[in-house]
């Protein structure tokens, strides 16, 4: 028996050491080893290599015993290598120069008999990571790719990615990448097969930047041959490789509706997969295949329901949560579908949060007419949770349900019994929540209000709820009795109100109240505008002015602009885009499902990787959102200045959203000087072409639109006579579709004219006025100096497409436009075409 | 594609790191990790394992996290990575992305991961991990390489690393060699059977199958039953020699909602007949899950009244069998958190005994029903001064275990073994216990 090695006596538990000090002592002891024949040295060996990991893994450098390392790494003791590969593998880089000294015996090891043996040093060996060292990796990669064990094969094949990422030239001067190919289409071992598939994916999207070759290699695999090859075997694949498969499969686009019907029956019973990952990637393929198919596009909803209900219910909390996350998506698409399982949405009581926030999300969506009552009920029960946060969501949540219902009877009576209550967040919630209802329903008003009435100001002490009850408190001052003097009150403490929106509202209300009850209120508009322009917040103190000037001017006018009639509000403006959800949904089962938030909003632009198009869209929606997309029943409101209180709000609501476009600013305007690389003087002299070549046609469409446009004057024609249809029609999907297909014909960038750019103050100006070139938008967005727009476009008398990705920048500008088109060959008289048009915008 | 993976102690120490790919990840990831779920409320602290993923990039992307971070998510982001973590029996696995994929892969993987260290070490925490972590790293070794998951099967693992159980340590004394580390790999890697041992060999073969459900159910103030579902698992202990093919049919197939399958099981003959066709992983496995909806009731009852005045509330809580379901229903239990605004609690029962922890869980142990009479716990709640009546009510969250009844009634109908011409043993179980079972009140 081996003799037990002395230190083993001082620290009695192997994975403590105790201190640095025992670095060295380690180095004295291996270096005593090292040498020796003796029996047993393997066993004192292990110990001492056993201490060296410990001490690395928790931190301590122990980099200096490289050396005695690798002069113990002599032995045949699988356990002792395997030991010595970690450490190799954690040191080697930064010791370059000792690293050279391992090659020897894992070069040797990588011949050994046993195909375990050859596995585990050849993948050492890849992970040594040493540039200098890369010479040595070849033969012996060369090798394990030919190994007659499938196990040193799959280990081979990474190795291949691995000395991709070390130095990609000698990958491709070795010709790895055409090997792996050869091993993907014939290799009897499935592992093989996807590790090939994912080495080759990463390889040639990191080649196609530079290499048309790769960039074609890689479109093929998402061709017929490669994806009937996998989807054939794809029962013998691992779980793992499953998945990759499936990703695959979802970009495949099958050329009849029978394929697409073939591909889902081989595919179903992946969705009784016990791996939820399986069960997710199969559910995307499902949902891409069919999404132009709307009728088998519902009936792949019904399908994939219950497994994803079933992963929700058995998965732990972890898997739930993703699942759910996904489940929340697709509710969010198709509320109707889910309405008859609105049970599985109900809260537990020991639910993290995060996941009854998503549930009771989910709930508010799959109300409808006939599971309202069960639903409400079930979410008056949360609003006495011991959960504040989740308490108030759940409020919210019957607020939005009243919002999104016709029927709202029942729920009006609940939201005012929270209001009786008596705990102050609820009480905060349902008045917000009674204010909008008020704003969308206000023939509820005399029921509201008698409720209300009853609550006194000093109760509540949040400021929106607050602002809620003034709001109220001078809407409808008419109806409630002491209206004016809870007004009075309030001014009258205008120095302890902390909030400057509780004072913005609280101005208005009292102006509100005094052109309904003169007499009472004259005395607190006196103090609330004395007090409002004193007040050291500007949009306090500019209001207080303004109202003051007004009523100066004309009290009637005043009038007209504080307290018009006002409209219900019929759809309040969503918090997120539905251009947004959809670029969501195109990245399903993936992290933007569980973040809510498109990809381009948390990664950044280099490492998208493959998905070039997806970050696109998304977005000019967002900035669309900020932009013009407040609905024309709201304008109304506008005037009345009580817009405030709405904007305030949906920035609230709307939090994640608005963090995501924050943070996107900045890498978008990072983007565009760098694009603008291209020389000037080919901009220059593509600028003047425009002017020379294209208003021919451009006029032609003039005077078919019956428009009076009195553009430049060129006679030159341009050669291929171009004319769009000027009542072209493409749909979002067809769009998103075909720009994802087709490769990029042409890019240019432009100068745009000064008064064009004076004129681009909204996106909609140039839509409108590109239309009139019939070119249409589908997509737009932006704020100055900002802009980004998607156009389309189709040849008159043929279905021929023309995609254009623009993007203004009205600061240095400079346009840049990306044109795909069904018809390559006319691609660049359609894009003289769409300069010229461009050029004209802002012309008189 | 993961990059790195921590293991962390409790005390945030890291346990064991291992390094995917080329992009190394630095160990303050471990910090931040850290720092941040100190930083959540209702963050539990717990033995960490930490895996980070990375991508070979190294920008900094900034996020605020504040409204979707009210506990710890199992998907969350770092300044420079994305992190998922899986907690088990008191460990976290975490594992970090900078590009996009799918999130329940990594998740999936991180359940798998965990649920293999936790086979091999006979059970999940820090000094465990320490005293085998080579045996951790050889398995991290196999399970992924260059951060793709390549085998999860335990059976597999098993073959290439042996479990450090007591045999193998008794053994290496013995014949005095002292690896783990099996001489050949295992056969079934290339065999067409990938879930599977290639050739065991048993003196007694046999076969248990148990079906394991759980009732989740939701009953509201009003007494209503809101939510009753039963999720259920088969699941197998199989020790025959060869390569049997095992087919086993259900009574009554047709009460299944939605059943999930281990990948042995042959998807056809289900579909067709509803017969599980299979050749049986090596040892204990999960064959199938399932699930079944709208049931009716719940075999025991749980009657909470609360009726407060004057700053005093009095509680009271009846407990009883509904439907004998023949079989005694045992280890019941009934759990709440008291509301924070109570300030002292007086509570007896009549049966069983009544805890109440400083975090005000108040648990009653009742052990199993008496026949005769129902158990009854009743008392008072002394509210916070100036509170005359209680506002927020608690929620009882009731355990019980009944043996021998499968509540969903499934029955299994018959096992048969074919293409081995073995005699073998079969054994049938079944068990309810009671899954999220909460009475509101």
Same mark, same amino acid.
């Given at each position: 028996?081996?003799?037990?090695?002395?230190?083993?006596?001082?620290?009695?538990?192997?994975?403590?050491?105790?201190?640095?000090?025992?670095?060295?002592?380690?180095?004295?002891?291996?270096?005593?080893?090292?040498?020796?024949?003796?029996?047993?040295?393997?066993?004192?060996?292990?110990?001492?290599?056993?201490?060296?990991?410990?001490?690395?893994?928790?931190?301590?450098?122990?980099?200096?015993?490289?050396?005695?390392?690798?002069?113990?790494?002599?032995?045949?003791?699988?356990?002792?290598?395997?030991?010595?590969?970690?450490?190799?593998?954690?040191?080697?880089? =930064?010791?370059?120069?000792?690293?050279?000294?391992?090659?020897?015996?894992?070069?040797?090891?990588?011949?050994?008999?046993?195909?375990?043996?050859?596995?585990?040093?050849?993948?050492?060996?890849?992970?040594?990571?040493?540039?200098?060292?890369?010479?040595?990796?070849?033969?012996?990669?060369?090798?394990?790719?030919?190994?007659?064990?499938?196990?040193?094969?799959?280990?081979?094949?990474?190795?291949?990615?691995?000395?991709?990422?070390?130095?990609?030239?000698?990958?491709?001067?070795?010709?790895?990448?055409?090997?792996?190919?050869?091993?993907?289409?014939?290799?009897?071992?499935?592992?093989?097969?996807?590790?090939?598939?994912?080495?080759?994916?990463?390889?040639?999207?990191?080649? +196609?930047?530079?290499?048309?070759?790769?960039?074609?290699?890689?479109?093929?695999?998402?061709?017929?041959?490669?994806?009937?090859?996998?989807?054939?075997?794809?029962?013998?694949?691992?779980?793992?490789?499953?998945?990759?498969?499936?990703?695959?499969?979802?970009?495949?686009?099958?050329?009849?509706?029978?394929?697409?019907?073939?591909?889902?029956?081989?595919?179903?019973?992946?969705?009784?997969?016990?791996?939820?990952?399986?069960?997710?990637?199969?559910?995307?393929?499902?949902?891409?295949?069919?999404?132009?198919?709307?009728?088998?596009?519902?009936?792949?909803?019904?399908?994939?329901?219950?497994?994803?209900?079933?992963?929700?219910?058995?998965?732990?909390?972890?898997?739930?949560?993703?699942?759910?996350?996904?489940?929340?998506?697709?509710?969010?698409?198709?509320?109707?579908?889910?309405?008859?399982?609105?049970?599985?949405?109900?809260?537990?009581?020991?639910?993290?949060?995060?996941?009854?926030?998503?549930?009771?999300?989910?709930?508010?969506?799959?109300?409808?007419?006939?599971?309202?009552?069960?639903?409400?009920?079930?979410?008056?029960?949360?609003?006495?949770?011991?959960?504040?946060?989740?308490?108030?969501?759940?409020?919210?949540?019957?607020?939005?349900?009243?919002?999104?219902?016709?029927?709202?009877?029942?729920?009006?009576?609940?939201?005012?019994?929270?209001?009786?209550?008596?705990?102050?967040?609820?009480?905060?919630?349902?008045?917000?929540?009674?204010?909008?209802?008020?704003?969308?329903?206000?023939?509820?008003?005399?029921?509201?209000?008698?409720?209300?009435?009853?609550?006194?100001?000093?109760?509540?002490?949040?400021?929106?709820?607050?602002?809620?009850?003034?709001?109220?408190?001078?809407?409808?001052?008419?109806?409630?009795?002491?209206?004016?003097?809870?007004?009075?009150?309030?001014?009258?403490?205008?120095?302890?109100?902390?909030?400057?929106?509780?004072?913005?509202?609280?101005?208005?209300?009292?102006?509100?109240?005094?052109?309904?009850?003169?007499?009472?209120?004259?005395?607190?508009?006196?103090?609330?505008?004395?007090?409002?322009?004193?007040?050291?917040?500007?949009?306090?103190?500019?209001?207080?002015?303004?109202?003051?000037?007004?009523?100066?001017?004309?009290?009637?006018?005043?009038?007209?602009?504080?307290?018009?009639?006002?409209?219900?509000?019929?759809?309040?403006?969503?918090?997120?885009?539905?251009?947004?959800?959809?670029?969501?949904?195109?990245?399903?089962?993936?992290?933007?499902?569980?973040?809510?938030?498109?990809?381009?909003?948390?990664?950044?632009?280099?490492?998208?990787?493959?998905?070039?198009?997806?970050?696109?869209?998304?977005?000019?929606?967002?900035?669309?959102?900020?932009?013009?997309?407040?609905?024309?029943?709201?304008?109304?409101?506008?005037?009345?200045?009580?817009?405030?209180?709405?904007?305030?709000?949906?920035?609230?609501?709307?939090?994640?959203?608005?963090?995501?476009?924050?943070?996107?600013?900045?890498?978008?305007?990072?983007? =565009?000087?760098?694009?603008?690389?291209?020389?000037?003087?080919?901009?220059?002299?593509? +600028?003047?072409?425009?002017?020379?070549?294209?208003?021919?046609?451009?006029?032609?469409?003039?005077?078919?639109?019956?428009?009076?446009?009195?553009?430049?004057?060129?006679?030159?024609?341009?050669?291929?006579?171009?004319?769009?249809?000027?009542?072209?029609?493409?749909?979002?999907?067809?769009?998103?579709?075909?720009?994802?297909?087709?490769?990029?014909?042409?890019?240019?960038?432009?100068?745009?004219?000064?008064?064009?750019?004076?004129?681009?103050?909204?996106?909609?100006?140039?839509?409108?006025?590109?239309?009139?070139?019939?070119?249409?938008?589908?997509?737009?967005?932006?704020?100055?100096?900002?802009?980004?727009?998607?156009?389309?476009?189709?040849?008159?008398?043929?279905?021929?497409?023309?995609?254009?990705?623009?993007?203004?920048?009205?600061?240095?500008?400079?346009?840049?436009?990306?044109?795909?088109?069904?018809?390559?060959?006319?691609?660049?008289?359609?894009?003289?075409?769409?300069?010229?048009?461009?050029?004209?915008?802002?012309?008189? | 594609?993961?990059?790195?993976?921590?293991?962390?102690?409790?005390?945030?120490?890291?346990?064991? /790191?291992?390094?995917?790919?080329?992009?190394?990840?630095?160990?303050?990831?471990?910090?931040?990790?850290?720092?941040?779920?100190?930083?959540?409320?209702?963050?539990?602290?717990?033995?960490?394992?930490?895996?980070?993923?990375?991508?070979?990039?190294?920008?900094?992307?900034?996020?605020?996290?504040?409204?979707?971070?009210?506990?710890?998510?199992?998907?969350?982001?770092?300044?420079?990575?994305?992190?998922?973590?899986?907690?088990?029996?008191?460990?976290?696995?975490?594992?970090?992305?900078?590009?996009?994929?799918?999130?329940?892969?990594?998740?999936?993987?991180?359940?798998?991961?965990?649920?293999?260290?936790?086979?091999?070490?006979?059970?999940?925490?820090?000094?465990?991990?320490?005293?085998?972590?080579?045996?951790?790293?050889?398995?991290?070794?196999?399970?992924?390489?260059?951060?793709?998951?390549?085998?999860? /099967?335990?059976?597999?693992?098993?073959?290439?690393?042996?479990?450090?159980?007591?045999?193998?340590?008794?053994?290496?004394?013995?014949?005095?060699?002292?690896?783990?580390?099996?001489?050949?790999?295992?056969?079934?890697?290339?065999?067409?059977?990938?879930?599977?041992?290639?050739?065991?060999?048993?003196?007694?073969?046999?076969?248990?199958?148990?079906?394991?459900?759980?009732?989740?159910?939701?009953?509201?103030?009003?007494?209503?039953?809101?939510?009753? /579902?039963?999720?259920? /698992?088969?699941?197998?202990?199989?020790?025959?020699?060869?390569?049997?093919?095992?087919?086993?049919?259900?009574?009554?197939?047709?009460?299944?909602?939605?059943?999930?399958?281990?990948?042995?099981?042959?998807?056809?003959?289900?579909?067709?007949?509803?017969?599980?066709?299979?050749?049986?992983?090596?040892?204990?496995?999960?064959?199938?899950?399932?699930?079944?909806?709208?049931?009716?009731?719940?075999?025991?009852?749980?009657?909470?009244?609360?009726?407060?005045?004057?700053?005093?509330?009095?509680?009271?809580?009846?407990?009883?069998?509904?439907?004998?379901?023949?079989?005694?229903?045992?280890?019941?239990?009934?759990?709440?958190?008291?509301?924070?605004?109570?300030?002292?609690?007086?509570?007896?029962?009549?049966?069983?005994?009544?805890?109440?922890?400083?975090?005000?869980?108040?648990?009653?142990?009742?052990?199993?029903?008496?026949?005769?009479?129902?158990?009854?716990?009743?008392?008072?709640?002394? @509210?916070?001064?100036? @509170?005359?009546?209680?506002?927020?009510?608690?929620?009882?969250?009731?355990?019980?275990?009944?043996?021998?009844?499968?509540?969903?009634? @499934?029955?299994?109908?018959?096992?048969?073994?074919?293409?081995?011409?073995?005699?073998?043993?079969?054994?049938?179980?079944?068990?309810?216990?009671?899954?999220?079972?909460?009475?509101?009140?």
């Amino acid at each position: 028996m081996a003799p037990p090695p002395p230190q083993s006596n001082r620290s009695p538990s192997p994975s403590q050491p105790s201190g640095k000090s025992e670095v060295s002592d380690l180095k004295l002891q291996l270096r005593q080893l090292a040498g020796s024949r003796a029996p047993g040295t393997d066993d004192s060996k292990r110990d001492l290599f056993k201490k060296v990991i410990s001490n690395m893994t928790i931190g301590i450098d122990v980099s200096s015993l490289f050396g005695e390392m690798v002069m113990c790494s002599a032995t045949s003791d699988i356990v002792l290598k395997k030991m010595c590969y970690l450490y190799v593998g954690n040191y080697a880089k =930064v010791n370059p120069d000792l690293a050279l000294l391992t090659i020897n015996f894992l070069q040797r090891d990588c011949k050994d008999q046993d195909p375990m043996i050859r596995g585990l040093a050849l993948r050492s060996l890849c992970s040594l990571r040493v540039a200098n060292l890369v010479e040595y990796l070849v033969g012996p990669l060369g090798s394990g790719l030919k190994d007659n064990n499938s196990y040193v094969r799959t280990v081979a094949v990474i190795g291949v990615l691995k000395l991709y990422h070390i130095s990609a030239t000698t990958c491709i001067d070795a010709d790895f990448p055409e090997t792996l190919k050869h091993l993907m289409l014939n290799d009897q071992d499935t592992q093989v097969v996807a590790n090939c598939l994912s080495a080759l994916q990463e390889i040639w999207t990191l080649e +196609s930047t530079t290499s048309e070759e790769a960039a074609r290699e890689r479109e093929n695999l998402h061709s017929k041959p490669y994806v009937y090859y996998f989807l054939n075997r794809i029962k013998e694949f691992s779980e793992w490789a499953q998945c990759l498969v499936m990703e695959l499969v979802a970009k495949y686009i099958p050329s009849d509706n029978s394929e697409i019907f073939d591909i889902m029956n081989l595919l179903e019973d992946r969705l009784q997969h016990a791996n939820g990952a399986v069960v997710l990637a199969t559910t995307k393929v499902f949902l891409h295949l069919t999404l132009s198919m709307a009728d088998v596009h519902q009936q792949v909803y019904e399908r994939i329901k219950a497994p994803l209900l079933t992963q929700v219910s058995s998965g732990s909390p972890e898997q739930s949560y993703a699942i759910l996350s996904h489940l929340h998506l697709l509710v969010m698409r198709a509320p109707y579908i889910f309405s008859s399982d609105y049970k599985h949405f109900y809260c537990q009581y020991n639910e993290p949060s995060y996941v009854k926030k998503l549930k009771l999300e989910m709930l508010t969506a799959v109300a409808n007419e006939s599971n309202t009552y069960e639903i409400v009920t079930e979410l008056c029960e949360y609003a006495a949770n011991v959960d504040i946060p989740i308490a108030r969501e759940s409020i919210r949540a019957v607020g939005k349900i009243a919002l999104q219902q016709y029927d709202v009877n029942a729920i009006v009576d609940r939201l005012l019994q929270f209001l009786e209550m008596e705990k102050d967040y609820v009480t905060s919630e349902a008045l917000v929540l009674v204010k909008d209802l008020l704003r969308k329903y206000p023939q509820w008003s005399q029921d509201c209000i008698a409720v209300v009435g009853n609550i006194s100001s000093n109760n509540v002490q949040e400021p929106k709820a607050k602002a809620a009850l003034i709001w109220m408190l001078g809407e409808y001052s008419q109806d409630m009795h002491d209206a004016p003097y809870v007004l009075e009150s309030l001014v009258e403490n205008w120095d302890e109100e902390h909030s400057a929106e509780v004072r913005l509202h609280l101005l208005t209300a009292v102006m509100k109240c005094f052109f309904k009850r003169p007499p009472e209120t004259q005395k607190a508009l006196g103090a609330a505008l004395a007090a409002g322009l004193a007040d050291f917040h500007q949009d306090v103190h500019d209001r207080a002015l303004f109202y003051y000037r007004l009523l100066q001017y004309n009290v009637s006018v005043a009038e007209s602009v504080v307290n018009p009639p006002k409209q219900a509000v019929s759809v309040f403006a969503d918090t997120q885009s539905s251009e947004v959800k959809d670029r969501i949904f195109d990245e399903f089962n993936s992290l933007s499902v569980v973040y809510q938030k498109p990809s381009y909003m948390f990664t950044d632009k280099e490492h998208r990787g493959t998905l070039e198009f997806s970050d696109e869209l998304g977005n000019l929606s967002i900035n669309a959102e900020t932009g013009d997309s407040v609905v024309p029943a709201q304008r109304v409101e506008e005037n009345d200045k009580d817009l405030l209180l709405s904007t305030t709000e949906k920035d609230d609501v709307r939090d994640p959203g608005s963090n995501g476009s924050a943070y996107n600013a900045p890498s978008y305007n990072g983007s =565009v000087p760098s694009a603008t690389s291209q020389p000037l003087a080919d901009l220059a002299f593509s +600028s003047t072409g425009a002017t020379g070549q294209a208003p021919a046609p451009g006029l032609a469409i003039d005077d078919l639109l019956g428009l009076d446009f009195s553009v430049g004057t060129a006679t030159t024609p341009s050669p291929p006579p171009l004319t769009l249809n000027p009542k072209a029609v493409l749909d979002p999907g067809t769009f998103q579709q075909k720009w994802r297909q087709l490769p990029i014909s042409l890019s240019e960038e432009y100068s745009l004219s000064p008064l064009g750019i004076a004129s681009l103050v909204t996106p909609n100006a140039l839509l409108r006025h590109m239309q009139s070139h019939s070119i249409q938008c589908i997509a737009s967005g932006g704020q100055s100096p900002n802009f980004k727009f998607f156009f389309f476009a189709q040849k008159a008398e043929e279905a021929s497409i023309y995609l254009v990705e623009c993007i203004i920048n009205t600061s240095s500008a400079k346009s840049q436009i990306k044109i795909k088109a069904d018809d390559q060959s006319s691609s660049q008289a359609f894009s003289t075409l769409f300069q010229s048009a461009l050029s004209k915008f802002g012309l008189p | 594609m993961l990059q790195c993976i921590f293991l962390l102690s409790d005390s945030g120490e890291v346990i064991l /790191e291992k390094q995917l790919t080329g992009h190394r990840v630095d160990r303050s990831i471990c910090n931040w990790f850290w720092d941040h779920t100190n930083s959540q409320p209702n963050s539990y602290k717990v033995v960490i394992i930490i895996i980070i993923i990375t991508f070979s990039l190294s920008s900094i992307i900034i996020f605020d996290f504040s409204v979707l971070c009210l506990q710890q998510q199992p998907v969350i982001a770092s300044p420079t990575h994305y992190l998922f973590q899986v907690c088990r029996e008191g460990i976290t696995f975490l594992a970090c992305t900078q590009v996009e994929m799918p999130p329940l892969m990594a998740i999936e993987f991180l359940c798998r991961v965990a649920d293999v260290i936790n086979g091999y070490l006979g059970g999940l925490n820090e000094d465990s991990i320490k005293d085998n972590f080579v045996i951790v790293y050889e398995l991290l070794d196999e399970m992924i390489d260059n951060g793709f998951p390549l085998t999860t /099967e335990p059976n597999i693992l098993q073959e290439m690393i042996a479990p450090p159980n007591i045999v193998s340590k008794v053994l290496s004394v013995v014949t005095g060699n002292s690896s783990n580390v099996s001489d050949t790999l295992p056969g079934s890697t290339a065999s067409c059977v990938p879930w599977r041992t290639a050739d065991p060999k048993y003196a007694n073969n046999e076969v248990y199958v148990d079906l394991v459900e759980q009732m989740d159910a939701t009953i509201n103030r009003d007494g209503v039953l809101v939510k009753c /579902e039963i999720n259920g /698992e088969v699941q197998v202990n199989s020790h025959i020699t060869g390569l049997p093919d095992l087919t086993l049919s259900f009574a009554n197939p047709s009460i299944l909602d939605d059943v999930r399958f281990h990948p042995c099981v042959r998807f056809r003959p289900w579909e067709s007949n509803q017969i599980l066709s299979f050749v049986p992983p090596d040892g204990q496995f999960k064959l199938m899950n399932y699930r079944v909806r709208k049931l009716k009731s719940t075999p025991i009852y749980v009657k909470p009244q609360l009726t407060s005045d004057g700053g005093i509330c009095r509680l009271n809580v009846m407990v009883g069998m509904r439907n004998d379901p023949g079989k005694t229903v045992d280890s019941v239990n009934v759990q709440f958190q008291l509301p924070p605004c109570i300030l002292s609690a007086d509570l007896t029962s009549t049966h069983g005994t009544v805890n109440i922890l400083s975090n005000k869980t108040c648990t009653w142990s009742i052990g199993r029903i008496p026949k005769d009479k129902a158990p009854s716990m009743s008392g008072t709640l002394v @509210l916070e001064t100036g @509170l005359e009546r209680l506002h927020v009510f608690p929620t009882f969250q009731v355990d019980f275990r009944i043996m021998g009844v499968a509540l969903s009634g @499934l029955q299994i109908d018959k096992l048969d073994l074919k293409t081995v011409p073995y005699r073998f043993y079969k054994g049938f179980r079944a068990l309810t216990r009671a899954g999220e079972f909460e009475v509101r009140s």
